[in-house]
């Protein structure tokens, strides 16, 4: 750990790290104030605090699903650190449209006609930047690292994005969306000027030219990628994970509204204690497998994780909420008698799950060559964003068909040994040597 913790001194990696950090710390905290708004303070209606959940997911995840080939043919035949500068440029306008939305919000006016499609549009353009940069964070690292600190890398990749998505979502639960407004906006220029210190990544290969043709290169993409056995298994292992991720995401605000009755800052604690538990899990994996690439505690990970979410849903079902109408302060929540088993078992759920996706990503990187990590990363996202949009269109199909999103959980859960099942095969496979890259 020792070890990994050094690269934070090194400039060919600190740069990225704080890069990445920024601007996982403002999506959340763009994407959390106003969602938390208008599930709390325009909606009063579960289902259409759901369904407008669910909009705000699907809408950022939707540019992943179109444009990740595209951007993983760039970062394979462009200077990565060129692109990083152009989508980080990019992002400070971005956040001016949706800091516009906010204070206009906040002010009451047009706020359905006028400030919500501000914000949607401004976390769809975010969803573009995130597509273009997702591919980056994980190919650059085997381009600038050792072979021997890719996974000690992806580790505090993972973990410092998931701080950073910690702080956002706390921070989005507990400022008002004026001063969210002014500080998503100071936060772009921030990472742009951070970005802009990351060094040279030229291309590893040669460049053939860009098709910019989305749905055709996705399609070659995801096949190009899919018919290799290790590929496919760990790509289906994380889609698995990322269903379930989206599933309790979406869940997530309604389910402390009506079902804990406890107010904003309560569900951002959720969203907290979930990035707390994947930053601990980033870091315990890495400790175990002492900076070795492998699968073999990711079935008996994602194990964990379905029994914790098996709890967490058992407690929720016997929650006793507050009957005077009125929703319970974060002091009061914490109060409750089964507060800490619930955070115990959402911290389970995480932590398990940090554990699980963390060696599966550095995987990905690692048993391909250099020249092709971003293509991997990028048919990656289009099947997790897939797979997410498709735990997003079935959580808002059973809401509109009365199934109680406490209920939900139990979804989520009997998706878990399917995703052991698939790390299981995974783990045989490279045992038996099919993982090594000719």
Same mark, same amino acid.
């Given at each position: 750990m020792q070890a990994s913790v050094r690269l934070l001194t090194k400039r060919r990696f600190l740069p990225l790290f704080v890069t990445q950090l920024l601007g996982a710390f403002n999506d959340n905290l763009f994407k959390n104030a106003m969602v938390l708004f208008v599930v709390y303070s325009v909606y009063n209606d579960e289902k259409a605090e759901t369904w407008f959940s669910a909009i705000a997911t699907g809408i950022f995840i939707l540019p992943f699903f179109l444009l990740s080939a595209l951007s993983g043919q760039l970062a394979d035949q462009r200077d990565k650190a060129r692109i990083i500068r152009i989508v980080k440029a990019a992002e400070i306008g971005i956040m001016t449209v949706g800091a516009i939305g906010l204070a206009l919000a906040w002010m009451g006016i047009t706020i359905h006609s006028i400030a919500i499609p501000l914000m949607l549009l401004a976390l769809f353009a975010m969803g573009i930047h995130s597509t273009f940069f997702g591919p980056i964070k994980y190919a650059i690292l085997p381009q600038h690292l050792h072979d021997d600190e890719v996974l000690g890398g992806t580790g505090l990749v993972e973990a /410092? *994005?998931?701080? #950073?998505? +910690? !702080? %956002? *979502?706390? +921070? #989005? %639960? +507990?400022?008002? &969306?004026? &001063? #969210?407004?002014? &500080? &998503?906006?100071?936060? !772009?220029?921030? %990472?742009? +000027? *951070? /970005?802009?210190?990351v060094p040279p990544a030229p291309p590893m290969g040669r460049c053939d030219p860009v098709d910019y043709h989305f749905i055709r290169a996705s399609i070659k993409l995801v096949k190009g990628t899919m018919h290799v056995p290790r590929l496919y298994l760990a790509i289906l292992s994380i889609s698995f994970f990322w269903t379930i991720g989206s599933i309790l995401f979406i869940q997530f605000p309604p389910l402390v509204k009506n079902v804990l009755t406890a107010d904003k800052a309560v569900a951002s604690l959720f969203l907290a204690i979930f990035s707390i538990g994947i930053a601990i899990g980033s870091v315990a994996i890495n400790r175990l497998l002492k900076g070795d690439v492998s699968a073999k505690y990711a079935p008996a990970s994602v194990i964990g994780m379905g029994v914790c979410l098996m709890g967490f849903h058992f407690v929720c079902a016997n929650w006793a909420g507050a009957t005077d109408g009125q929703l319970l302060s974060l002091a009061d929540f914490l109060k409750h008698p089964d507060a800490w088993e619930l955070t115990g078992a959402l911290l389970g759920v995480a932590t398990f799950g940090g554990m699980f996706v963390v060696p599966l990503y550095a995987f990905l990187t690692t048993t391909v060559e250099k020249c092709e990590a971003a293509r991997t990363i990028a048919a990656n996202n289009i099947v997790n964003s897939g797979a997410m949009v498709i735990g997003s269109l079935v959580a808002v199909g059973l809401t509109m068909l009365g199934l109680a999103p406490v209920n939900q959980l139990l979804l989520a859960a009997a998706l878990c040994p399917i995703s052991a099942w698939l790390a299981w095969r995974l783990h045989s496979a490279c045992r038996d040597g099919q993982c090594i890259v000719h």
């Open positions: /410092g *994005t998931y701080i #950073a998505i +910690l !702080a %956002g *979502t706390i +921070l #989005a %639960g +507990l400022i008002s &969306v004026e &001063v #969210a407004a002014a &500080v &998503v906006i100071m936060t !772009a220029i921030v %990472g742009y +000027l *951070t /970005g802009r210190e």
